[in-house]
């Protein structure tokens, strides 16, 4: 489990920590302690997870197309 405050984290990085602890909960070998601690690191990076596709979401809505589908700008998005 990484030291690195889960805000700092991007979403690839974000993403790979969580499989870890969803495995290491998975397996059921670690003490209760140790399985509140992943579970309360577990739903923090879910959150950011969550917040970051979100943004990327957002992201796309906020592209806007020609008639022939190509991208010709950014229609402006409350929150970007």
Do not use: H
Request: overall charge negative; proline content about 4%.
């Amino acid at each position: 489990m990484s030291d690195t405050p889960v805000s700092e984290l991007s979403f690839e990085q974000a993403m790979a920590e969580l499989e870890q602890v969803v495995g290491k909960l998975e397996r059921g070998d670690v003490a209760l302690e140790e399985s509140i601690k992943l579970y309360e690191r577990g739903a923090e990076l879910k959150k950011r997870c969550e917040a970051k596709l979100k943004e990327a979401e957002e992201k796309v809505a906020a592209i806007t197309l020609d008639r022939e589908g190509n991208p010709e700008g950014l229609k402006p998005v409350e929150g970007l």
